[in-house]
């Protein structure tokens, strides 16, 4: 009896190893828990610092990390040589999404194979930054709407998966602040 090539490739699907992606310290991330749970209140401090480098590209000094570049493209008179902000806002969102993913799914237990977020953002900008453009609200500038589509996989059923992706959403810093409103201060250094 011969074996054909897709008997084969069937049989060697079935017996392949699953990959899963590298895991985060478990009972590290159940003492930060057990720390938060202690401490409702507590909070930390994010700071950035953003210098203009030439047009709208600018560069954001994070710690000793390589600086964050923003620039806008030629039709709103950047050089296109690195993302909007508004991608980058996106970028922030889809990076907080896949920590709290990451987080719920290591907290039940369940080991995931492949994460992607796919973020989509309608934002548009008739006021031209405030200089000379269209008369509008802040409420009616920034992103008018977000959609955001998960890629999970993992040895969890779909439903678990979409629990964790839910419960992610429920939780999530970035997520939360822009939904919420948020106070907001901005004057000369």
Same mark, same amino acid.
């Given at each position: !009896?011969? $074996?054909? @090539?897709?008997?084969?490739?069937?049989?060697?699907?079935?017996? /392949?190893?699953?990959?899963?992606?590298?895991?985060?310290?478990?009972?590290? =991330? =159940?003492? #930060?828990?057990?720390?938060?749970?202690?401490? +409702?209140?507590?909070?930390?401090?994010?700071?950035?610092? @953003?210098?203009?480098?030439?047009?709208?590209?600018?560069?954001?000094?994070? %710690?000793?990390?390589?600086?964050?570049?923003?620039?806008?493209?030629?039709?709103? #008179?950047?050089?296109? @040589?690195?993302?909007?902000?508004?991608?980058?806002?996106?970028?922030?969102?889809?990076?907080?999404?896949?920590?709290?993913? *990451?987080? &719920?799914? @290591?907290?039940?237990? &369940?080991?995931? *194979?492949?994460?992607? $977020?796919?973020?989509? %953002?309608?934002?548009?900008? +008739?006021? /031209?930054?405030?200089?000379?453009? /269209?008369?509008?609200?802040?409420?009616? !500038?920034?992103?008018?709407?977000?959609? &955001?589509?998960?890629?999970?996989?993992?040895?969890? +059923?779909?439903?678990?998966?979409?629990? $964790?992706?839910?419960?992610?959403? !429920?939780?999530?810093?970035?997520?939360? *602040? !822009?939904?919420?409103?948020?106070?907001?201060?901005?004057?000369?250094?």
């Amino acid at each position: !009896m011969t $074996i054909t @090539t897709a008997a084969r490739a069937a049989e060697a699907s079935q017996s /392949a190893l699953k990959t899963y992606l590298r895991p985060i310290d478990r009972e590290g =991330l =159940l003492a #930060f828990a057990e720390k938060g749970r202690n401490n +409702p209140t507590s909070r930390g401090t994010n700071k950035v610092h @953003t210098v203009v480098d030439g047009k709208f590209r600018t560069l954001s000094y994070v %710690g000793d990390h390589t600086p964050v570049v923003v620039d806008e493209p030629p039709h709103l #008179f950047g050089q296109d @040589t690195a993302p909007a902000p508004g991608e980058i806002v996106l970028s922030g969102l889809g990076g907080c999404l896949c920590v709290g993913i *990451t987080a &719920v799914a @290591t907290h039940r237990n &369940v080991k995931l *194979t492949r994460l992607e $977020i796919f973020l989509e %953002g309608d934002i548009g900008n +008739p006021a /031209a930054w405030g200089a000379g453009g /269209a008369r509008k609200e802040p409420s009616e !500038m920034g992103f008018q709407q977000i959609r &955001v589509k998960v890629l999970v996989e993992g040895d969890a +059923p779909r439903e678990v998966l979409d629990d $964790i992706v839910r419960h992610a959403n !429920m939780y999530s810093p970035v997520a939360n *602040t !822009m939904r919420n409103p948020i106070p907001f201060d901005i004057a000369l250094a």
